[in-house]
């Protein structure tokens, strides 16, 4: 069965800080990965998405993130974080041609103004 | 142009009383996904409307099911409610049998006393 795996459930950084969360995916086949953000009081919003091709993905608001296969990975970075960025992040895959997407538990971000 | 609507906002049932939530996808969209989402949880999927037909389901009983209209919106059912259905309850539309990027709704926070 598939799975997703975040590594930190809370991470609290100061401003200009820069950022990687962990995001580890258990499936055989082939996947589409996305990274979704739920900022305060807002809808789950999608950040970026890898499909195929270039395994450096970039989103929205200078996020990034990487796939990498044999590590069955895919990260999400940010050079340099901003209070803004407060939210909560979830990683999340389906299986290409699947229907079912499954979500990572999630990683709480606060960041110190 | 009007993004996923939910209704209502909040609901408290009593155990073993039924619910139904609904689903106005995003202009365009025709494809419909439920998903629970527990506290401190990332989003479980429930199950994926396309064309009027479940198309995939999660690993929920079936006391939970759902239905889409020919407009598109949807209907989520639980019947028999307890005390662990508490919960937010979100709705995604995409669009295509190979819509993989999902636009959130805000969710339907059920609270089963």
């Known amino acids: 069965a598939q799975s997703v795996s975040q590594h930190n459930h809370h991470v609290i950084l100061s401003e200009a800080a820069s950022l990687e969360l962990g995001c580890n995916y258990s499936?055989?086949?082939?996947?589409?990965l996305f990274w979704y953000v739920q900022y305060p009081g807002q809808h789950l919003q999608l950040l970026l998405k890898?499909?195929?091709?270039?395994?450096l993905v970039k989103g929205i608001k200078g996020f990034e993130a990487e796939f990498i296969k044999s590590k069955f990975s895919f990260n999400l970075r940010k050079p340099s974080v901003q209070w803004s960025d407060t939210a909560e992040y979830f990683c999340?895959?389906?299986?290409?041609?699947?229907?079912?997407?499954?979500f990572g538990a999630g990683t709480r971000l606060f960041v110190k103004a | 142009d009007a993004g996923v609507t939910q209704s209502p906002t909040h609901l408290i049932k009593t155990r073993g009383q039924q619910v139904t939530l609904r689903c106005s996808p995003k202009?365009?969209?025709?494809?419909v996904s439920w998903y629970q989402q527990a506290l401190g949880q990332g989003p479980q999927f429930i199950f994926q409307?396309?064309?009027?037909?479940?198309?995939q389901r999660g690993n929920f009983p079936d006391r939970f099911s759902g239905h889409q209209f020919p407009n598109y919106s949807s209907e989520l059912n639980v019947n028999a409610l307890l005390l662990g259905d508490s919960a937010l309850y979100l709705c995604?539309?995409?669009?295509?049998?190979?819509?993989?990027?999902?636009?959130f709704g805000p969710g339907t926070r059920l609270t089963v006393t």
């Open positions: 995604a539309s995409s669009l295509g049998s190979g819509g993989y990027e999902q636009y």
């Open positions: 499936y055989g086949g082939t996947v589409n």
């Open positions: 890898y499909f195929s091709g270039d395994p």
């Open positions: 999340a895959v389906i299986a290409t041609g699947g229907f079912k997407t499954i």
């Open positions: 202009s365009g969209h025709d494809t």
């Open positions: 409307y396309y064309e009027e037909e479940e198309r």
